[in-house]
């Protein structure tokens, strides 16, 4: 009787008991469930913010990037792109090239290169000859006898350049029409040649298009410049027709820069004489007595055939270089001056491109190129300044 009195509750704390584990264990396995998933969503956080760091800091070293670029193209677009349209400030759009080139053009490379000749005077093997085999000569003598030379790749004011000191200039066709030309040329008391890439082309020229098929990669000194297959016979139809509309504005010849694309394993010095002969005796042929000038690689005049149809070069930077990490000096600088001598005993013209506007250095490059009959023009590396010869 006593026993069953108690059992009720007995009963009942048992069963207190059992449910209030149960209601424990179950809250410290939410509470560790819970825990989990916090630190789960932390995990997650952090990773997500790691990831948003992480292209914060690609975004600032890509935008790094684009500044340096943007940098390094700053040169060129100085250099190269402001002569466009004939205007005066330096601002010009950038083009978006097709780097694609046409695979079909390959073919030629390997063939050309490996049946180019040793001999420099040989007959062209690279497909580059004119119809035309001219034989006239450069003109010599007093002819090249200058009393002053200048060249900017900016457009001045055009009274700037008809009342400047120069009786030789070297001008971009891109930026003057026939018009002007004449007045600057000053009824023949100035001889006016055109600037022309030879080696390269520019993407802002009228005939890129033209010259896409033939490209090779861009010029990473030289953004917006490319190398390409200058011994390709399509390269050669291509400067015809821009030695074409140089001549109808009146210019007196030309000036030809990268002619020592060879120079840096793009193509052969056999290659690039083979093209400037076919180049210059079509010039000869439309206008015998043209000035025709070749900027830097002396050793182009190994060939006395191209050589007969020059009338003289220009050595940039021979005592004053625009890039400070690189001087001629030694046997290279012996040797240039060897042929330059060799030239101008030859009546032809040799003009120094020195890059400085210091007027002590100025007085003595002038002092040691007059020893030679050479002709120093001093400018800045940007060479978008017409500055007087004197």
């Known amino acids: 009787m006593t026993k069953s009195r108690f059992l009720p509750g007995i009963v009942l704390i048992a069963f207190i008991v059992l449910f209030g584990n149960a209601g424990f264990l179950y809250s410290a396995d939410a509470k560790t469930k819970m825990g989990e998933r916090k630190n789960s969503?932390?995990?997650?956080?952090?990773?997500?913010?790691?990831?948003?760091?992480?292209?914060?800091?690609?975004?600032?070293?890509?935008?790094?990037?684009?500044?340096?670029?943007?940098?390094?193209?700053?040169?060129?677009?100085?250099?190269?792109?402001?002569?466009?349209?004939?205007?005066?400030?330096?601002?010009?759009?950038?083009?978006?090239?097709?780097?694609?080139?046409?695979?079909?053009?390959?073919?030629?490379?390997?063939?050309?290169?490996?049946?180019?000749?040793?001999?420099?005077?040989?007959?062209?093997?690279?497909?580059?000859?004119?119809?035309?085999?001219?034989?006239?000569?450069?003109?010599?003598?007093?002819?090249?006898?200058?009393?002053?030379?200048?060249?900017?790749?900016?457009?001045?004011?055009?009274?700037?350049?008809?009342?400047?000191?120069?009786?030789?200039?070297?001008?971009?066709?891109?930026?003057?029409?026939?018009?002007?030309?004449?007045?600057?040329?000053?009824?023949?008391?100035?001889?006016?040649?055109?600037?022309?890439?030879?080696?390269?082309?520019?993407?802002w020229r009228s005939f890129f298009d033209q010259a896409k098929p033939l490209i090779l990669s861009e010029n990473s000194d030289w953004p917006g410049c490319f190398k390409l297959k200058y011994w390709d016979p399509r390269w050669l139809e291509i400067l015809k027709k821009s030695i074409d509309q140089i001549h109808e504005k009146g210019f007196d010849g030309l000036y030809f820069d990268v002619v020592d694309a060879w120079e840096a394993d793009v193509g052969t010095q056999q290659q690039m004489t083979d093209l400037l002969i076919s180049v210059c005796q079509y010039i000869r042929s439309k206008n015998p007595s043209a000035i025709i000038i070749f900027q830097n690689s002396h050793r182009l005049f190994e060939s006395q055939k191209l050589k007969n149809l020059v009338s003289g070069i220009v050595q940039e930077g021979l005592y004053a270089s625009w890039d400070s990490d690189y001087t001629i000096q030694g046997e290279e600088k012996t040797a240039k001056i060897n042929c330059f001598l060799g030239l101008r005993k030859e009546g032809k013209f040799v003009g120094l491109l020195e890059y400085t506007r210091d007027s002590e250095q100025m007085a003595q490059i002038r002092q040691e190129a007059s020893k030679h009959g050479f002709l120093p023009y001093f400018s800045d590396k940007e060479l978008d300044t017409l500055y007087p010869s004197k």
């Not at 005066?88 to 073919?107: F, I, R, V």
């Not at 006898?145 to 400047?164: A, H, I, M, Q, Y």
């Not at 930026?175 to 040649?193: F, L, S």
Request: aromatic letters at 4%.
């Open 41 to 203: 969503h932390e995990k997650r956080a952090n990773r997500d913010d790691s990831s948003r760091s992480q292209n914060v800091d690609k975004e600032s070293k890509d935008s790094d990037e684009d500044s340096r670029k943007a940098a390094k193209k700053r040169r060129c677009k100085d250099k190269n792109k402001n002569r466009k349209n004939g205007k005066n400030s330096a601002g010009q759009n950038d083009k978006n090239t097709d780097k694609d080139t046409d695979k079909d053009a390959d073919m030629d490379t390997d063939k050309d290169n490996n049946g180019s000749s040793s001999d420099t005077d040989s007959g062209n093997t690279t497909g580059t000859s004119t119809s035309d085999d001219v034989t006239v000569s450069a003109p010599t003598g007093n002819t090249m006898n200058f009393k002053g030379w200048g060249w900017t790749n900016r457009k001045p004011e055009l009274s700037v350049l008809v009342d400047c000191d120069q009786d030789l200039l070297g001008l971009d066709q891109d930026d003057y029409d026939a018009d002007e030309i004449t007045q600057i040329k000053k009824n023949g008391a100035r001889k006016v040649v055109s600037y022309l890439s030879i080696g390269e082309v520019e993407d």
